[in-house]
C-alpha cells in the first residue's frame, strides 16, 4: 500500500513538472523552428522535442532586426546594479531594525510593513514627475555639471528601486531570528555596529541574501510599465520594453519565441546558481514557523 502511495505521489509531482516545464520546453524548442513547423507539431509531443527541420535563422533575425545586444546590455546593467545596491541598503536597514535600540523603531518598522501594500502601480505617476524634474550629473570642461533629467537614462531604471519595503521585512525577519548572544560577545570586543553587521550578520545570512537577490533580480529583470513611461530613446531600454518593438517589425512566431528565449537565459542561470540556498532559506522559513 505504502509503494502504491509513494508511486502516486511521484506520478503526481511529474505531472505537476511537466505543466510547468511544458512552456519552457515550447518556448525553447519552438526557437529553433520555422513557423510552419511549430504550427505542424502544436499539438504533438514533437511540440517540445528537438526534432524536425531545426535551425537559427530565427536567432539570426532577432539580431538582425532589433538592438537585442543593447537592450541586454542595459538590463544587465540596470538589475546588477539594482541588486547589489538593493542588497547593502535593505539589509542594512534590517539590521538597524531587528538588532539596535533607538527612538522611532517602532514607527520605521510599522511604516515600512504599511508600504508593502502599495502597488507601484499606485506611485508610479507621481514617480515619474519627481524624476521628470531631477537633473542628471554629467561631466564637462573638467569639472561636474547639471544637465537634462533623469528621463531617458539608466539612473532612473536603478535609483527609485534600490531600496524596497518587502525585502527590508525579510531581511528583519531573518535577522530577528539570529541570537543576539553574537552581537553582545562582539561588543565587548569592542566592535562597532558596522563591523557585527559585516563580520556576523552578514556571513550567517546567505540563505536570506540568495532569496532577495532572487527575486529582486526577477522584478528588475521583468520590469515594463516603468520604462515604457520614464524611457522613450533606445540607448537606455531594456529588453522587455524592447520584445514589443520587435513584436511590431513583421516578426514570425519563431523570431520571438527565439527572443523570449534569448531573454530567459540570465533568470534560469541567477536561479540555478543561488538555488541551493533558495531552497535552504524557504526550508529554515518552514521549520522556523
Avoid: C
Amino acid at each position: 500500500m505504502k509503494r502504491l502511495q509513494k508511486l502516486g505521489a511521484y506520478l503526481f509531482l511529474l505531472l505537476i513538472g511537466y505543466v510547468f516545464l511544458f512552456p519552457l520546453l515550447f518556448m525553447i524548442m519552438s526557437s529553433f523552428k520555422p513557423e510552419q513547423v511549430i504550427f505542424a507539431d502544436l499539438y504533438s509531443i514533437r511540440a517540445i522535442l528537438p526534432v524536425g527541420d531545426l535551425t537559427l535563422d530565427n536567432y539570426r533575425q532577432v539580431f538582425e532586426k532589433s538592438d537585442v545586444l543593447l537592450y541586454f546590455r542595459n538590463s544587465i546593467l540596470i538589475t546588477s546594479a539594482t541588486v547589489i545596491l538593493g542588497l547593502f541598503v535593505n539589509s542594512l536597514l534590517a539590521f538597524t531594525l531587528s538588532r539596535m535600540s533607538w527612538s522611532g523603531r517602532k514607527y520605521i518598522l510599522a511604516a515600512v510593513v504599511a508600504l508593502m501594500i502599495i502597488p507601484i502601480e499606485a506611485i508610479v505617476v507621481p514617480l515619474l514627475l519627481l524624476v521628470s524634474k531631477l537633473p542628471t550629473i554629467g561631466w564637462d570642461q573638467g569639472g561636474l555639471v547639471l544637465m537634462g533629467s533623469w528621463l531617458n537614462s539608466l539612473e532612473v531604471q536603478i535609483l527609485p528601486f534600490v531600496a524596497n519595503s518587502f525585502f527590508i521585512f525579510l531581511f528583519y525577519q531573518f535577522f530577528r531570528d539570529i541570537p543576539k548572544d553574537f552581537d553582545e560577545a562582539a561588543e565587548l570586543d569592542g566592535a562597532t555596529p558596522f563591523q557585527i553587521y559585516r563580520h556576523i550578520i552578514v556571513p550567517m545570512s546567505g540563505p536570506v541574501f540568495a532569496t532577495v537577490a532572487i527575486l529582486h533580480f526577477l522584478l528588475m529583470w521583468n520590469q515594463y510599465i516603468w520604462p515604457i513611461m520614464a524611457v522613450q530613446g533606445e540607448d537606455a531600454r531594456p529588453v522587455m520594453p524592447g520584445i514589443q518593438i520587435f513584436f511590431g517589425r513583421q516578426t514570425s512566431w519563431g523570431e520571438i519565441m527565439a527572443y523570449a528565449s534569448f531573454v530567459t537565459l540570465p533568470v534560469l542561470a541567477v536561479f540555478l546558481a543561488f538555488q541551493k540556498k533558495f531552497v535552504s532559506s524557504l526550508a529554515g522559513a518552514g521549520i522556523k514557523g
